[in-house]
Structures are given as structure tokens and as C-alpha cells.
């Protein structure tokens, strides 16, 4: 019986971490798609030399692409757990202490019990 909630457990967890895997990779194809039509119009804008468009056109292009870069390199560090070894050591002792917890609670609970 435990073995299968261990299972059922890692099950749960492996599904956890393919959703979050799936998210980061269809952020990537939705950021290279509008990077790509971004570019496209810069170039564009550029080559063409419009005059219709102010200068702001050029910067918000520059400026979108910049902060979603770092939105995007902040959701690989996420997804792929590439953050500080500090962090992620820490967060690892937080969950089995949890855990250790729980089980202490429910020893203890079950000792209790008539």
C-alpha cells in the first residue's frame, strides 16, 4: 500500500513537471513567432524609411523584445531549475522537514489512537 502512494505520488509530480516543461516550451515558440514578426517589421520600418511612424515605434519594438527576453530566460530558470544552487538546496530541506513533520504528526496520531 505505501509503495503504491509512493508511486501515485512521484506520478503526480512527474505530471507537475511536464506541465511546467510544456508552458516554457510554448512560451518559446509564442516569443520566437513574435520576435520573428517583431524583427520583420523593424527591418521594414527601417528599410523602407517611413516617416509615418515616429521614433517610438523603433524603441518599443527594442524594449518589447528586451523585457520579454527577460521574462523569458526567468521562466527557463524556472522550468529547468537552473537558479541558485542556495535556493534550490534550501527548498529541498524545507520539503523534508515538512515531510518529516508529517510523519512525526501522524506517528504520533496513530499511537494515539485506541
Not at 534550490?88 to 499511537?111: F, P, V
Request: proline share 3%.
Amino acid at each position: 500500500m505505501e509503495q503504491n502512494q509512493y508511486d501515485q505520488i512521484k506520478l503526480e509530480k512527474a505530471k507537475k513537471r511536464l506541465l511546467i516543461l510544456k508552458a516554457f516550451y510554448s512560451h518559446l515558440v509564442v516569443y520566437l513567432v513574435v520576435c520573428l514578426l517583431m524583427l520583420l517589421f523593424f527591418v521594414i520600418y527601417r528599410v523602407a524609411d517611413w516617416d509615418m511612424f515616429p521614433d517610438w515605434v523603433r524603441w518599443n519594438i527594442m524594449i518589447n523584445l528586451l523585457l520579454w527576453s527577460v521574462g523569458l530566460f526567468f521562466h527557463w530558470v524556472y522550468a529547468f531549475r537552473k537558479g541558485p544552487k542556495f535556493l534550490r538546496n534550501w527548498e529541498e530541506r524545507q520539503i523534508k522537514k515538512y515531510m518529516e513533520k508529517q510523519d512525526a504528526d501522524l506517528g504520533s496520531h496513530q499511537r494515539n489512537r485506541p
